[in-house]
């Protein structure tokens, strides 16, 4: 029973509760990636979305984000990378029939939701995924399991929009099992893959994106009027405030963005930018008036 004299304790007996204390820790942060909103830190309630880095977040709260971004004080940290609506995809969840019949004051708590395919608990025991194109989610196993596997046409030297589609075993959209299947909570490196991958995805929709504008300033060259509702900045001075603050969001994500990457991304972003300035300044009459009829076709 020790204090008698006969038992000393060792460094095991002492050193016994951390792993233990550690352990408790890694399994909280576990349910609370996976049963609360990472923005809100609110318990999941559908409508429930996820952003291209698989993180799950109640709708209204990145609704609130996108409004005000400042409403929650690490929000730029945890979905900056998230812009509008657009960058996050309302999922389609199984709620788990188990939830509903137990009551609140078990230990832990069963998960809100489950695969449809194997009723797994989506609890990060197993991975979890959604398809992007239709927000349905599975648990890994299970949708490898309905798909089975790819078919021999699918070889790895076809183009992304020749492969055969696979369909969503819940909703029977059509999708691509390459594309546009998003792990939901992934691990540190498969998300630096993902990050990765985003940043690449911005980098093109950014350039063209940069182009079309630059044409619509262009084609607004000679109509003042027009051409002020584009570039001046707003007279009223609750939509100028809120535009600087986007402004100021954007800067900042876009340096937190480069910090993150790899070097492969980075040189491709540098490139892109001293290639644009030098555009931008050298820009003459010649090329805008080629621009101008290249964006109206695009349009
Ligand atoms: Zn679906």
Redesign the pocket.
């Known amino acids: 029973m020790g204090n008698d004299g006969g038992s000393i304790p060792d460094r095991r007996d002492l050193v016994k509760s951390k792993p233990k204390a550690e352990q408790a820790d890694k399994a909280n942060q576990v349910r609370a990636r996976w049963g609360f909103c990472a923005l809100s830190k609110k318990p999941l309630q559908e409508p429930v979305v996820s952003c291209a880095l698989g993180r799950l977040y109640n709708k209204d709260a990145i609704i609130e984000f996108l409004l005000d971004r400042n409403v929650y004080g690490d929000g730029d940290d945890i979905c900056g990378h998230v812009k509008s609506l657009k960058d996050v995809k309302t999922l389609?969840l199984t709620p788990n029939p188990v939830k509903a019949s137990s009551s609140d004051d078990v230990d832990i708590p069963p998960a809100a939701f489950v695969c449809p395919l194997t009723m797994k608990e989506m609890n990060g025991a197993v991975p979890f995924l959604y398809?992007t194109t239709?927000?349905?989610v599975f648990s890994q196993a299970g949708l490898k399991a309905v798909l089975g596997p790819s078919p021999p046409a699918k070889a790895d030297g076809q183009e992304p929009g020749t492969r055969e589609k696979d369909l969503?075993p819940?909703?029977t959209?059509k999708f691509d099992r390459v594309e546009d299947l998003c792990t939901i909570n992934p691990g540190p490196e498969e998300e630096e893959i993902m990050m990765e991958k985003l940043a690449a995805a911005r980098a093109s929709k950014a350039k063209s994106g940069k182009k079309r504008k630059a044409a619509v300033a262009e084609i607004f060259d000679t109509k003042d009027k027009k051409r002020e509702r584009v570039v001046a900045p707003s007279t009223n001075p609750s939509i100028a405030a809120s535009s600087r603050i986007v402004v100021e969001g954007l800067a900042e994500e876009e340096k937190k963005r480069l910090a993150h990457m790899s070097d492969a991304v980075k040189s491709l972003y540098q490139g892109k930018s001293t290639k644009a300035d030098s555009n931008w300044i050298s820009r003459g009459t010649f090329t805008r008036v080629r621009v101008i009829p290249l964006s109206l076709s695009s349009c």
């Open positions: 389609t398809i239709c927000g349905c969503c819940q909703c959209k």
